[in-house]
């Protein structure tokens, strides 16, 4: 296991939650890389921590999708399947839709300011090339159409499939050939938005995650090409 990551220690984090954000960023950088195993010894020691917070990552992990226990052999980084993908996507797609319609109807003046102030930090930390920056950004803008369904149920389950999709938003913000596409429909959802044009709002939403899936399959298909080269 190649390990070329580092902890930041943050005072204001307990250690499990440290040392979960330092193994999550290795995964989705691609430092630690599909199919390799997690050794929790090897990672106490490289990270200079005990086991006990490792093993409480990896299960965290687990949770996410970005890890698989496998029978009998342990810990291993999960592999970016497209099935996988298109199954959270499903479920994404017709939840954020609902979002849409509700939030059209639901909507305050001030929610609409805030998407538009976030719209305009997505524009900005785009530039910064930090993809995990950008995807928090990305969250933020979403989270905002969220809350203005004033639907606590709704908003628990989009949170809870949040961290299912986060690695497929991530590489799908690796490529920085979608920004412009992006950015315009940030622009167009709030004007849909706090225009109240419920089916123009959904459709956009739907083509918007649609645009996500077909750019991350390609990827998928590449790396698998790649891969067996």
């Known amino acids: 296991m190649d390990m070329d990551f580092e902890v930041n220690m943050n005072e204001y984090l307990p250690l499990r939650d440290v040392v ?8 989705l950088r691609g430092e630690l890389k599909p199919g390799e195993r997690l050794m929790e010894i090897q990672l106490a020691n490289k990270l200079g921590v005990s086991r006990t917070p490792i ?3 990896i299960r965290k992990l ?3 999708g970005l890890v ?12 970016i399947t497209e099935k996988n993908m298109q199954d959270v996507l499903e479920v994404r797609k017709a939840l954020e839709e609902l979002s849409v319609q509700l939030a059209c109807e639901r909507i305050t003046p001030e929610q609409v300011e805030e998407m538009k102030m976030a719209a305009e930090d997505f524009r900005k930390v785009l530039k910064s090339g930090d993809v995990t920056k950008i995807a928090e950004a990305d969250v933020k803008f979403h989270d905002i159409i969220f809350a203005a369904t004033n639907n606590q149920r709704l908003i628990t389950l989009l949170n809870n499939l949040r961290e299912q999709m986060y690695r497929f938003r991530v590489e799908y913000l690796k490529q920085k050939e979608c920004y412009p596409q992006l950015l315009e429909e940030h622009d167009k959802l709030i004007a849909l938005i706090s225009g109240g044009e ?4 959904c459709e956009l939403m739907g083509c918007h995650i649609d645009n996500q899936a077909s750019t991350v399959s390609d990827v998928i298909r590449r790396d698998q090409v790649e891969y067996h080269r």
């Open 68 to 79: 698989l226990m496998i029978p009998r052999k342990g810990a291993e980084v999960a592999q």
């Open 198 to 201: 419920v089916e123009e709002a």
């Open 20 to 27: 979960f954000n330092t193994l999550r960023k290795a995964i």
């Open 55 to 57: 093993r409480e990552a």
């Open 62 to 64: 687990e949770l996410e």
